[in-house]
């Protein structure tokens, strides 16, 4: 039972969410050490050495600087002395009571406008944001990609501005590295297609494997997850994605993972299968 409760005005609340999201960023990294741990490994790193590396990712990462570091801190110490069913999921409204108690956030404010430090947790991959380096690798592989698998390649600057914001889901766009044992084997992302509006709820997905990481059903582990976190993290009622129609990798991919062929489009001047799940789809599958 929380002793004090807060009111805070909506510019207020703003500023606690960007609190709770890097809290909670720094939440999962430190679950995500401790989960490496097994019998005969060193013990994952204390609140001292921690709060270390917690220094050294301010200073790289200046999204995470702009935050606070007193709350940023107090994840790290709260972390051993909470007790948590699962810490790799630390749900977004759970880590504002951690840190702050109560909040009494209003309603419908939850979903789609924007969230911020999106990472998803699977048993293999972990979906998270891009690191610099990786932007610049993205944008190779995107120029050098097959042809057929890119739709229309963009401009270099808006491109790899596009993916500076990754990890933020905003008016639709959400870019995330692949990540399998620390290393990025490929990107998925929600997108706005150009001159094809979404409806509210609608995300359009698109995924890219590295080569050497094709086949191995990572591409269906990275589809399943992010799917269950666009339905239920991010508001989404409809979940598709067009492919070309040779793609059989791809075909294969969505019909493996649960979703239904909802007929063919053109878009920049080709045929496209577009593929779709929606919440009722996915929950009772
Ligand atoms: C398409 C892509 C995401 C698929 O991911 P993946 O990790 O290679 O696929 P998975 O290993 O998860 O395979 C899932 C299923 O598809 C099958 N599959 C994979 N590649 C296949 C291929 N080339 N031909 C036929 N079946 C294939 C697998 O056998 C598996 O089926 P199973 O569950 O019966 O064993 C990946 O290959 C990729 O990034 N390709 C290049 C980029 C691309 O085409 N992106 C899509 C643009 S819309």
Known sequence: MSRYRLH???????????????????????????????????????????????????????????GSQTVQQQALRDFPTVPWPNPLTVPQEAHCQVIFGTVDLQDGQDATPGIRDV?????????????????????????TAAPGV????????????????????????????????GVSIGRIQTFVPPGRPLSPGTFDVGIDLRDDARGRGYGREALALFTDWLFERAGAEVIEASTDPANVAMRTVFQRVGWQLAGSLTEFGREWVMYRTTRLEWETR
Not at 119 to 142: K, N, T, Y
């Open 8 to 66: 805070p005005t909506p510019a207020q609340q703003a500023v606690l969410r960007d609190h709770c999201g890097h809290a909670r960023y720094i939440w999962n990294l430190a679950a995500e050490q401790h989960s490496h741990w097994h019998p005969g490994r060193r013990n994952a790193p204390g609140y001292l050495e921690q709060s270390r590396q917690l220094t050294a990712a301010r200073a790289e990462n200046p999204w995470l600087a702009a």
């Open 150 to 181: 890119i739709a229309e390649v963009p401009d270099e600057a808006s491109f790899k501005a596009r993916l500076q914001r990754s990890g933020h889901l905003e008016h639709g766009w959400l870019d995330l590295a692949i990540d399998l044992d």
């Open 119 to 143: 990472r998803i947790c699977g048993s293999q991959l972990v979906l998270r944001a891009l690191r610099p380096r990786e932007i610049d690798e993205a944008w190779q592989a995107m120029v």
